[in-house]
């Protein structure tokens, strides 16, 4: 079956200190992985894709097909990062082809 | 980037009644758009898929008569809950995709509804 998890509901990290956003995930398709940020009272918007290659706001994230993972990863964290941080895995390669989530974890960076 | 509206962002009804929520992508057209569900501290859980000019695609477990969607044109696709119940009081956000498939969905801001 198509799942998503993120194991920790909660990281709290001191400003400065490494983050690791655990997730993985589980499909026999080929995997096409997101993480979306949900700052407080804002929508829901994409950080990156593992497609991009790309590195957001310092996060990158690296697509482990042999350990089914997708962690997410910032060398050094700012306040400005908390925030709730949600694995997604797109299911198919088509347009119609939805996206399911992860529970998320909040990511919360202390001073 | 794209833009995607949701109206009303909050709306409270008695037990019973219907209430329609709308889904708007602004500068873009959206042959698909996702429904969802979110509870508090949860997961966002996908309710079902709106295609344009064709029926939605529910989810299991989602009572496609209890949530009717009509995704009439390439902006606009609307969640109606029907008869609605104090257990369907959730947050309810719409997303969805361009053309131009890049895999990347926009969200709407969210409905939050209460019913009494």
């Known amino acids: 079956a198509q799942r998503v998890t993120q194991p920790e509901k909660l990281l709290s990290v001191f400003k400065g200190a490494p983050v690791e956003l655990k997730c993985n995930y589980s499909?026999?398709?080929?995997?096409?992985l997101f993480w979306y940020v949900q700052y407080s009272r804002q929508r829901l918007q994409l950080l990156l894709r593992h497609i991009s290659r790309e590195s957001i706001k310092g996060f990158t994230a690296d697509l482990n097909k042999g350990e089914t993972s997708f962690h997410l990863k910032k060398p050094f964290a700012q306040e400005e990062d908390s925030a709730m941080y949600y694995c997604?895995?797109?299911?198919?390669?088509?347009?119609?082809?939805?996206?399911?989530f992860g529970t998320g974890t909040l990511l919360a960076v202390q001073p | 980037g794209a833009v995607v509206s949701q109206h009303p962002s909050r709306v409270i009804c008695k037990s019973g009644t219907s209430v329609k929520i709308e889904c708007r992508s602004l500068d873009f057209q959206a042959t698909t758009m996702f429904w969802y569900r979110q509870f508090p501290k949860q997961s966002l859980m996908l309710m079902a898929t709106s295609n344009e000019g064709s029926k939605a695609t529910y989810e299991q477990g989602v009572e496609k008569d209890k949530f009717l969607i009509n995704h009439a044109s390439l902006t606009l696709s609307t969640l109606t809950v029907t008869s609605a119940h104090p257990e369907d009081s959730s947050f309810y956000i719409c997303?969805?995709?361009?053309?131009?498939?890049?895999?990347?969905?926009?969200f709407g801001e969210g409905s939050r509804l209460t019913v009494l």
């Open positions: 997604a895995l797109k299911l198919g390669g088509g347009a119609t082809n939805k996206l399911i």
């Open positions: 997303s969805a995709r361009d053309y131009v498939d890049t895999g990347e969905l926009f």
């Open positions: 499909y026999s398709g080929s995997p096409e």
